[in-house]
């Protein structure tokens, strides 16, 4: 059975550092990449819509409405499942309901990554990494 360890929090606590320091701390054994994020991503790009949150929030609701409850989460399990290493690292968990449904396919780990709201604010500015990001202020934030 794969196990599965996901990566929470809020935007811009670090997740992606976490990860990149569990992956250096492992260097000796091979893990696998999963995204929700950039599977919408690639979904969004692909039919010509903008990439920005909301439309990333959007997404997983329409697929689930048009298609059944469960069809965003399966879609990600078999994300996960396409990965031919033993161990993944999933990121961008966005319900908790996802946790829920990866529990019961894959040996799951939670690690929940925190830091204080400024610093989430200035690192999501300073990336700009979605579309109008950038301009948002700390009140909307």
């Not at 010509?48 to 997404?59: A, D, H, I």
């Not at 690690?111 to 200035?122: C, G, M, P, W």
Request: hydrophobic residues 35%; aromatic residues 10%.
């Amino acid at each position: 059975m794969k196990h599965v360890i996901a990566f929470v929090g809020e935007m811009s606590c670090g997740k992606d550092t976490a990860i990149k320091l569990l992956e250096t701390c492992a260097n000796n054994l091979k893990i696998g990449r999963a995204s929700s994020s950039h599977f919408l991503k690639k979904n969004l790009e692909m039919w010509g819509v903008q990439k920005n949150r909301e439309n990333l929030q959007l997404l997983p609701q329409l697929m689930n409405q048009g298609f059944g409850p469960e069809t965003f989460n399966e879609a990600l399990r078999l994300l996960i499942e396409q990965q031919p290493e033993d161990v993944v690292i999933f990121d961008s968990i966005r319900f908790p309901e996802t946790l829920n449904y990866l529990k019961k396919h894959f040996d799951l780990t939670v690690a929940y990554v925190d830091v204080n709201a400024e610093t989430r604010y200035k690192r999501m500015i300073g990336r700009g990494e979605k579309h109008g990001e950038n301009e948002t202020t700390y009140e909307q934030f």
